[in-house]
């Protein structure tokens, strides 16, 4: 495998890693609120905090791991995404800002207020939505280069079809993956009325993501007939995200073996995922940047790769110990610790 | 109307978001050190005093750590956007401790994930003491990290630039450039005294006020122990860093110094005024300091602003900076002494008003230091943004709407820094000292 190829597998494996965790995040903060103002709050937050007391900041690193190895490895992303996605990158950070901070706030703080958790819940759905069109850019006709000056053309961007289906998977996906999460934490909390109600926003998010991803499919034919023909080529990966897909929405139904059926979930996204990317390489921008012209040199990419190895020896054993802690102790999930 | 310039309006916003988040990066880097030897204390002694010093101030540090969090993140993403062009150059050559700095950052969440909601779980309590130990060394790791990726902006080595076209990098090199030592251990050892000197001044307050309890006396003593160690740290290896000026980056020394001439045993000028022919007035001058401060010698040779064209001068505003930052290390150095002096002869009492109010302002003048450093720092390196390879000019984003940005960020800023404000007065508000001692069991 050649450095480019490893890198860039690294850095999507960590974003694949923000999407889970973060999904999970963002789509627990729009059911508090939603519960909240439908008068199941009480019921559901306990399984809610319990879990994401101890992970928010975890998360974030995830996604400050990935855009800070993306500019390690490809440093003309800087130049590219940098200099064009002013507004929307500000945008997404001051998101990304209101809603950390007013978790903790609303959290660590005495008094609960119902709007600390409306932001909470509100941001959750507006910073995927705001971090899709980074990918939605990627693939190009939006952004262009004229005489060595890079810009974006916001109207394309706002007006195409392709660019709303990409923020409507997005956001449908939070709720899907969050919900099948939580369902899976709730049974194991043994807190049955939580269950049934998360179990039933599970189901009824499942048919939205679907169609959503047959959106995408469809819109990606017209805006990027290269790349669509790439994902048809590795349309095996596809299929097999359409039956994990199919295998985890049976499996909430019987109301069996809920573990698996989150395994089920992200495999089902795993395979989506790393079939777009693949089939998105060799470009990073289309068609400016691909990771061969993109990439930095030797000594900086081994320095990064060695880093990134040593440093997973540190992460592996923390993150489980973190794991057996919060998400695998039945005492904890119980709320017997 | 002013006519937009991007370099200008994103030069505000960096410093603005930067100097935001030192607040909160400065405590989150120095505050582990306080609870870990609280903690530690506690267990020794079998004192649960401590425990519950430990408890509350780690109460305070979390409300930081979350907005250092969200801070961190919007820098990180904002150099991208506002320096397109350095941070391509910086993926390049420096973007190896950019790297590694994110592992501390991940190891310091995980284990502080832990330690917040493991309290009574452990048999053993050392176990939940260990847990902080990766807390601190992860806050000391970022702190150290991103410290050299400033030193590397300010004495860039290990690579060749020749027409654009970067060679022969070498990351490791990049990192421990000549900047690296003295920058790094100011950089903490003035954390670690900011965050001392930031709960020493909350002590003081209570005991000011009246409360007496020997809770407040343990918690004054034992952040007042941490202060005098690191104010004498952070005034010698501040006097190093002049040191490091003086031979790698001499225009920003001469710049704080208003040292204009090349010459032997030059004077050092504190505060002063400025005329347009560069003339001073009202300073006062100490004969020799300047070159003592520079190389150590009371006849050694300094060199002057002369030596270099006007345009590439920093702003000559970086003398007042300057001079706050040293006029406030002496003061702290002074008062945590004097404190000493009075706990070990036996004659401190806690009605001695004229000291308490000194330690009470240390608090808030040490984070103004930490300001004024950053801003002398950052200030005396312009007009480079990599110093001698890029200019500042050069590395700014074309877009049109950063002064825009600029606006809503300050909003946020604002809007962070009142909500910290009022959720700390919540939480201290809603569990009173009285309550945490009851809840440990002393009286
Ligand atoms: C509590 C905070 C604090 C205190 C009391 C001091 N400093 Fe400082 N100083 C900093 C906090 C700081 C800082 C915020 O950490 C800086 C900004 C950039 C850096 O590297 O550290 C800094 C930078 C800085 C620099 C510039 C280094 C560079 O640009 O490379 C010099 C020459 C000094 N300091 C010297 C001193 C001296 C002689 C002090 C005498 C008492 C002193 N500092 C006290
Ligand atoms: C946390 C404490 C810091 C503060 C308060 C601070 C403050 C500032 C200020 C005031 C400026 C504007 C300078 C001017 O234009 O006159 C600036 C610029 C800048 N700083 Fe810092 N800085 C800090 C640390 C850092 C670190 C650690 C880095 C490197 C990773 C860094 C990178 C930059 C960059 C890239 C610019 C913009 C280019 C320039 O103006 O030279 N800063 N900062
Ligand atoms: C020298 C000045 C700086 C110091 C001492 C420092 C230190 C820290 C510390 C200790 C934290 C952890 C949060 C906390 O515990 O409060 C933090 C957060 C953060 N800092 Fe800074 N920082 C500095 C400047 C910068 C700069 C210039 C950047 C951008 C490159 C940056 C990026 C970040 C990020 C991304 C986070 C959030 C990490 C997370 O998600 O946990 N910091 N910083």
Redesign the pocket.
């Known amino acids: 495998m050649s450095y480019e190829l490893l890198g860039i597998t690294v850095l999507w494996t960590f974003l694949y890693g923000y999407v889970i965790v973060a999904s999970i995040d963002f789509g627990a903060g729009f059911f508090n609120y939603y519960t909240s103002i439908t008068g199941k709050g009480p019921i559901v937050h306990k399984v809610i905090d319990r879990y994401l007391s101890p992970v928010w900041e975890v998360t974030n690193v995830f996604l400050i791991f990935f855009y800070v190895g993306l500019i390690g490895f490809f440093p003309s992303i800087a130049y590219y995404y940098g200099t064009t996605l002013l507004i929307p990158g500000s945008i997404a950070t001051i998101l990304i800002a209101i809603r950390g901070s007013y978790y903790a706030f609303h959290h660590y703080g005495p008094k609960k207020a119902r709007w600390t958790q409306f932001l909470y819940g509100a941001t959750g759905l507006l910073i995927p939505a705001s971090l899709s069109t980074v990918l939605t850019v990627s693939e190009g006709k939006y952004i262009f280069v004229n005489n060595g000056n890079v810009s974006l053309d916001y109207r394309e961007l706002f007006t195409s079809f392709y660019s709303w289906t990409v923020i409507i998977l997005a956001i449908v996906s939070v709720l899907y993956i969050s919900a099948c999460f939580l369902t899976y934490y709730a049974h194991k909390a043994g807190d049955m009325e939580a269950f049934h109600i998360l179990r039933k926003y599970a189901l009824s998010w499942s048919l939205p993501t679907i169609l959503a991803s047959f959106l995408v499919f469809l819109s990606i034919s017209h805006h990027n007939w290269e790349h669509f023909s790439g994902m048809l080529d590795l349309s095996w990966m596809f299929i097999l995200s359409s039956l994990f897909f199919l295998g985890a929405v049976f499996l909430i139904l019987k109301k069996q073996r809920l573990g698996l059926s989150f395994i089920f979930v992200m495999l089902q996204y795993a395979f989506a995922f790393y079939g777009y990317g693949a089939a998105h390489l060799p470009y990073l921008l289309y068609p400016y940047l691909s990771i061969y012209d993109g990439f930095t040199n030797e000594a900086m990419a081994i320095a990064l790769i060695i880093t990134f190895v040593a440093g997973l020896l540190l992460l592996i054993p923390s993150l489980y110990l973190l794991m057996r802690l919060f998400v695998f102790s039945n005492q904890y999930v119980q709320g017997k610790k | 109307m002013v006519e937009y310039d991007p370099v200008l309006y994103?030069?505000i916003l960096?410093?603005t978001t930067?100097?935001f988040?030192?607040i909160f990066?400065t405590l989150g880097a120095g505050i582990p050190l306080l609870i870990a030897l609280a903690e530690w204390i506690g267990i020794k002694r079998n004192d649960l005093h401590y425990h519950v010093l430990a408890r509350r101030w780690t109460k305070g540090y979390i409300i930081s750590v979350a907005v250092g969090v969200v801070t961190g993140t919007a820098i990180s993403l904002q150099?991208s956007l506002l320096?397109p062009n350095?941070m391509e150059a910086a993926g390049h050559t420096i973007a190896l401790p950019l790297f590694l700095e994110t592992f501390a950052f991940f190891f310091e969440a995980i284990f502080l994930g832990i330690y917040l909601y493991t309290w009574n779980r452990f048999k053993s309590k050392y176990a939940h003491f260990l847990l902080l130990l990766p807390v601190f060394i992860g806050g000391g790791a970022s702190a150290f990290f991103?410290?050299t990726?400033?030193a590397f902006?300010n004495s860039p080595i290990g690579f060749n630039y020749e027409n654009g076209i970067l060679t022969n990098v070498n990351p490791i090199m990049a990192m421990f450039n000549p900047a690296t030592p003295t920058k790094v251990t100011h950089v903490m050892a003035s954390s670690y005294l900011t965050a001392a000197f930031i709960f020493a001044s909350i002590a003081a307050f209570s005991i000011y006020r009246g409360r007496n309890h020997v809770y407040h006396k343990k918690a004054l003593k034992l952040s007042m122990t941490v202060a005098l160690a690191f104010a004498i740290s952070t005034a010698l290896i501040g006097d190093l860093s002049g040191k490091f000026l003086a031979q790698y980056q001499p225009e920003k020394l001469a710049a704080a110094e208003w040292h204009f001439e090349t010459e032997k045993g030059a004077t050092l000028i504190f505060a002063g005024s400025l005329d347009e022919n560069n003339k001073i007035s009202q300073a006062i001058e100490i004969p020799y300091a300047l070159s003592i401060l520079a190389h150590g010698i009371p006849g050694a040779e300094v060199i002057g602003l002369e030596e270099f064209p006007e345009e590439d001068w920093p702003?000559l505003i970086v003398h007042y900076y300057f001079d706050w930052m040293v006029t406030i290390g002496m003061f702290l150095a002074l008062v945590s002494f004097v404190y000493f002096c009075m706990q070990y002869r036996g004659k401190w009492n806690e009605c001695n008003k004229p000291l308490l109010s000194a330690i009470i302002a240390g608090g808030p003048l040490a984070m103004l230091a930490i300001?004024a450093g950053?801003?002398m720092a950052?200030?005396g390196?312009?007009p480079?943004?990599i110093r001698g390879v890029m200019r500042?000019a050069e590395?700014a984003t074309t877009s049109n709407h950063v002064d825009t940005m600029l606006i809503l960020f300050i909003l946020l800023y604002v809007i962070l820094a009142i909500s910290i404000v009022i959720v700390l007065k919540r939480v201290f508000k809603a569990s009173p000292l009285e309550k945490d001692l009851k809840k440990q069991g002393i009286e």
């Open positions: 994103s030069r960096t410093g930067l100097g988040h030192t990066a150099l320096w350095f991103i410290s990726v400033n902006m702003p300001e950053w801003f950052e200030q390196r312009q480079w943004i500042t590395a």
